[in-house]
T-cell receptor, first 116, second 113 residues
């Protein structure tokens, strides 16, 4: 069964500083990988996704992520954080079950605090 | 296109009652998934429906059930509510299943007293 680990529960960065949120996954084959962001009291918004091809994926709001198969990682990065980026970020992996249907597993999330 | 809508947005129930939550997917989407989000357990997959058939199911007791209608709208029902069922219930839709991105609704926040 697939699993996702986000080792950092809470991260604080200064506005304008760079950001990297870690995500490690466990899955036997090539997974489909996602990063979502959730603002307080809201649903999840997709930031970016990786299905195949170029391992560096560009997303919305200036985010990017790099798939590293050798490290089973899919870390999210942003070169310069804005105060509006404060939210909770979830990494997710999707895999096909025996019936060929997608099952999505989410990490526990990383809460990002941005200080002025 | 309108996004995924969920009703109601907030709900307060007492233990032992039952509740029905509704989800309207993005127009043209045929797959609807439900998730429970709590501070302690995070996001947990409940089940997925596609063309009125349940195709995936998470590890939740039988008190949690769902269905999907021919117009792809989905309902989730929880019977005999327990305090631990208090959570944000999120619905997500996608056009197919397998390689498709899920789009999430704002959720229904359920409080069980």
């Amino acid at each position: 069964a697939q699993s996702v680990t986000q080792p950092d529960i809470h991260i604080t960065v200064s506005e304008g500083a760079s950001l990297e949120l870690r995500c490690n996954y466990s899955y036997g084959a090539t997974p489909y990988l996602f990063w979502y962001v959730q603002s307080p009291g809201q649903g999840l918004q997709l930031l970016l996704k990786y299905f195949s091809g170029d391992t560096l994926v560009q997303g919305i709001k200036g985010f990017e992520a790099e798939f590293k198969r050798s490290q089973s990682s899919f870390n999210l990065r942003k070169p310069s954080v804005h105060w509006s980026d404060a939210a909770e970020y979830f990494c997710a992996v999707a895999a096909l079950n025996s019936g060929g249907y997608q099952k999505v597993t989410f990490g526990t999330g990383t809460k990002l605090q941005v200080i002025p | 296109k309108a996004g995924v809508t969920q009703t109601p947005r907030y709900l307060i129930k007492t233990r032992g009652q039952q509740v029905t939550l509704s989800c309207s997917p993005i127009s043209g989407h045929r797959s609807v998934s439900w998730y429970q989000q709590t501070p302690g357990q995070g996001l947990q997959f409940l089940f997925e429906y596609f063309s009125e058939t349940q195709r995936n199911k998470g590890n939740f007791p039988g008190r949690f059930s769902g269905r999907q209608f021919s117009n792809s709208r989905s309902e989730m029902n929880v019977s005999t509510l327990e305090l631990g069922d208090s959570a944000l219930y999120l619905c997500a839709s996608s056009s197919l299943s397998g390689q498709e991105t899920q789009y999430f609704g704002p959720g229904t926040r359920l409080l069980v007293l």
